[in-house]
């Protein structure tokens, strides 16, 4: 492959915001679902330190750069530089998507549509189930609306500090008439019918980690399904105490392929059809543990 294949002069820019972003997968599922789907696009990582994110995207905007992904730590802090939210990700109070309008940069959530498409992919319904979230921290608040927009029977938040649990419950409170139990990890073997477990916790992250936020595994017995929003290693203690006990156990790898791609459909107004969706999660899925 020749340079000219991969950027000329009316190469459509995009990237990712985040710091850290060395370790960003999202580069190469970027780049290597619009070169499938045939587009000329170059997406790149770039690194912007807190409290300059708004100066980052004026002259990004002046650049003309097509749209961003938004990760760690700025989600929240982008949202005061843009022109217009959409109103998933406004409940959400979190963006990670931004595509270039007249004025300025939208804002739009696709991490819920990520998690979302991992339980519709199994064909797992929410609505009138138990949905039990490990951990309020950003990852949670996306897990929390999907169950209230997914009409949840009842969600129970079980966090290590409680107030972080609290102000969950608070802000989807606002978007959810069900009821809301908060918890700590101790009283986890008393929820009566955890149905649908999603794992927003960093417990289990990191190459050669092998620990679970639950240490019961008898846990699992009445649990249907569980996402764990980790992805390295790449099956975590969690997923795989789950399994055993006959869980369907969905790995976060296809919640980060999925916002991926919903992204994508946002940025170049296309629809990605299912098959075409699954071969780009197989092929990156057969890259990124090949890499390990
Ligand atoms: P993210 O934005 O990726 O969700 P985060 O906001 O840092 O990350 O949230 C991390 C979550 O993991 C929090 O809910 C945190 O619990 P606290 O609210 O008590 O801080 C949870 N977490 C991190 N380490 C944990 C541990 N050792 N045991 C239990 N929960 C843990």
Not at 248 to 277: C, R, T
């Amino acid at each position: 492959m020749s340079i000219t294949d991969l950027v000329n002069g009316k190469t459509k820019v995009f990237g990712i915001i985040g710091n850290p972003i060395e370790h960003s997968f999202s580069p190469i599922l970027q780049n290597t679902v619009a070169k499938e789907m045939g587009e000329n696009v170059a997406y790149v990582p770039f690194k912007a330190e807190s409290g300059e994110v708004k100066t980052a995207l004026e002259g990004a905007f002046r650049l003309g750069i097509c749209g961003f992904n938004v990760t760690v730590p700025h989600k929240k802090e982008v949202m005061e530089s843009l022109v217009a939210i959409d109103d998933l990700a406004l409940k959400i109070g979190a963006v990670n998507t931004l595509k270039y309008t007249e004025n300025g940069y939208k804002g739009y959530n696709t991490d819920i549509l990520g998690l979302g498409k991992c339980f519709d992919i199994e064909g797992i319904s929410i609505k009138g189930k138990t949905v039990v979230i490990l951990g309020a921290g950003g990852a949670a608040n996306s897990a929390a609306i999907l169950a209230a927009e997914r009409e949840a029977g009842n969600i129970v938040i079980v966090n290590r500090t409680k107030a972080n649990g609290q102000a969950l419950k608070e802000q989807t409170a606002r978007y959810y008439n069900g009821n809301i139990d908060v918890i700590s990890f101790d009283e986890i073997m008393n929820i009566e019918n955890p149905e649908i477990v999603i794992q927003t916790t960093s417990v289990g992250m990191g190459e050669g980690v092998w620990a679970s936020p639950v240490e019961n595994t008898l846990f699992f017995k009445k649990v249907q399904a569980v996402v764990d929003i980790v992805y390295t290693p790449w099956q975590t203690k969690f997923l795989s105490d789950a399994k055993e006990r006959g869980c369907v156990a969905i790995n976060g790898f296809d919640m980060l392929i999925y916002q991926g791609l919903a992204s994508y459909e946002i940025w170049h107004d296309v629809k990605i059809d299912d098959e075409k969706s699954k071969e780009l999660r197989n092929e990156l899925a057969d890259y990124y543990t090949a890499k390990r």
